[in-house]
């Protein structure tokens, strides 16, 4: 379980319930994940957090389902379980179909792979690529 | 310098030309990246790095500037040097504008962050999560 | 199950028996957590592992909750399910209060999005940070 | 140099002016870190980024201090080359001393290893720890 | 469950089955692990990362048992729970005793301590360590 | 440069002068490297990271070679450019030829990769491997 439980809705105070009512409106759902509600014991992390994601992932010059699939790549990256499954879902809601989703982990595959030779093939930077 | 230094074109055997040649022509440039030259050593390791690179990265469910700010967001969040350099400049060439770029970066650390906080707070993964 | 399994008190080598009294001692508990029992198949690397804790966990210029708490910190950013879950019982033993441990993820999780911030947008050093 | 090169106070606009000076008064010096300069050119991430920083850095349960070199320790955990040289100076300042900063390493050394052995062994979590 | 299930031979197209024959063949195995069935939902990186997989654990300057050893060590330094389970069993398939994983663990650990003190404390390299 | 400096072999203690006599007569060479001479200001951490090195990386049920390059291959995966260089040239001095490299590098690469398609793809470990 998580490290101190989870605030559910009807045990929470009004400044908690009105981030989760914030997060069920933005997100068009009647509900809030663990996550939240694992945070939700420290309102201020829950709070700072959940503003900081809804402005990084709002519309902007990339579109939701970009930023979505961004995260997702991330999150597999850094191997966090719990991240993968949520925003394998959060994208799957925005509409990234399954071959998108393979297309996504070939790239994560092949991004670790080759940062690691960059890396021990101890490469320099291309002139080129340091003139911004 | 790299760990075996660079093959450079004029010095390369028939086959790395030939793998130097398809990667310029892909790319519709006239240079190759300090990274393959260093991978050259190895030719097994160029070749099958390069075939894998130009089929994951080749347009698909998702278009090409997307694949390289995916691989962008894996190479910052894995802290690559190289990596960052050289697929900030193929991004753009790509078409990502400043814009997106901040975009990106954005939601490489917040989702850096939350992978963390799920994984600190010890999350268990939502029930409505797991279903395929 | 722990690959080996775990070696349990009554079944230990007196050399191993002698390490898990150690470990009870100084912590002043009546059992050995999985982690040791795991470790000590193979017993160079209990001992190594165990005087190399209790040395640099002892009390010194800072004391053993603040080096639990560092302990915690890097254990949450590598998200080792093992580590937090038995540092985080270890730091509360030690007195770490649930807002002293809302305070420590919130430093992980911020330290994990600047980090990548800091690399992704090429930052050089600053010169007055390179002295000494 | 930095992606986008840096955004001298001279040059800024009044909004991210507003931030330089926040950040000086806050920490109380007359100049601004490369890394607030970089992140300038996206005035959001920029102002998102300090906000956050500045809360989550304020004294609370923990002090300053503490939550410096917890900063610290997941900045050389991460192998962040800026964020090493930056979080030393900025926890030198505070107050840490070179016998602190070398148990800082000790511990962030040790963690990163027992970390390792802890999931290579994979080691079940303990009932005991389980409990909240 | 993995993210779309696994593809099981039976419902499996002629291309996957192909694949799956070559991995029973090549490993002198009748069954198929979960991870390629996972990727089959994606027969192109099914295919890629069996045929690279292949050639690069193939017998070449170093035995198959130390590429495995390697295998293992990487994957234990990244914390992927499949990965040690799966290369554990694979490198003892090939030979690896107790004693000799007990070694490869030692040093995994031993390396990431020390990755994160040469970091930590920002030492440069060695001139004679630059010369190829 | 390194924090605090190098501890240069005149300017040390008779502790840390014993320390740096056991590296080179270990190695057989006239010389200490800078990470030694960095993390000499803390002599209790010098002595513990040298001894432990000392004891890991010994002749046992693996031969120094391989155990050089599991070094390797773990430091190429961290990205980690001290540990890279120093450890390259201490592999090559055991015997690791060119095309040796090359193979690590290789498994390094791919492991890196599939860690995360076995991660993104949230694959089950099979019953097989969990048996000890």
């Known amino acids: 379980m998580a490290t101190f439980g989870f605030v559910q809705y009807d045990a ?3 400044e908690v319930r009105a981030i989760y009512d914030d997060i069920m409106a933005t997100r068009k759902v009647d509900w809030v994940g663990n996550f939240w509600k694992a945070l939700a014991h420290d309102p201020a992390t829950l709070k700072r957090t959940w ?3 809804k402005q990084v992932m709002a519309s902007g010059a990339l ?3 970009v930023k979505e699939m961004l ?3 991330v999150s597999a990256s850094n191997q966090c379980g719990y991240c993968i499954a949520s925003h394998t879902a959060a994208a799957r809601k925005k509409g990234m179909t399954e ?3 393979h297309e996504v982990m070939a790239v994560v595959g092949m991004a ?3 940062n690691r030779l960059a890396s021990g093939y101890q ?3 291309d ?3 340091k003139t911004p």
């Open 112 to 114: 670790n792979e080759t």
């Open 12 to 14: 929470a105070t009004p």
């Open 71 to 73: 995260y997702l790549a």
């Open 51 to 53: 503003d900081d994601t």
């Open 123 to 125: 490469v320099e930077i």
């Open 127 to 129: 002139e080129r690529f």
């Open 63 to 65: 579109d939701p389902l």
């Open 99 to 101: 071959a998108m989703f």
